[in-house]
């Protein structure tokens, strides 16, 4: 059931989600500060072609309290932003009962793009 929730995901803008968090990520990295930022865009437009059977879990990584400030940086920056687009469509498929499933893969996104560092879609 998975495969087809994707596969409707990505004919119906999932595609297009995807690729902006792409292209803005590869954008990011053309800094060396925008690095680690472009990276974890990158890694959110990945899970955003695919995020029916996937759930947030923690990253083993060791960013150490840089984690913290990388957050609060996105946060402030993009991460509102995406969060809020990303509850707009929510709004949006959840007035059809077609759209529901679609609507909760859109809330499921919404914490993953406000703190994006330490967490992903699996």
């Known amino acids: 059931m998975s495969v087809l929730g994707n596969i409707l ?8 989600s995807g690729l902006g968090y792409i292209i803005g990520g590869l954008l990011m990295c053309l800094t060396i500060v925008g690095i680690p930022f472009g990276v974890q865009s990158i890694k959110l437009g990945f899970a955003t072609f695919a995020p029916f059977g996937k759930s947030i879990r923690e990253t083993p990584t060791s960013y150490g309290c840089l984690k913290i400030v990388f957050d609060i940086l996105w946060l402030v920056f993009v991460g509102w932003e995406i969060a809020l687009i990303h509850l707009g469509f929510a709004a949006i498929l959840a007035i059809s009962i077609v759209g529901i499933p679609f609507a909760m893969q859109h809330i499921k996104l919404v914490p993953v ?5 330490g967490q992903e879609l699996s």
Not at 9 to 16: A, E, K, P, V
Not at 113 to 117: D, G, H
Request: hydrophobic residues 70%.
């Open 113 to 117: 793009s406000l703190f994006p560092f």
């Open 9 to 16: 995901w990505l004919i119906f803008g999932g595609f297009f």
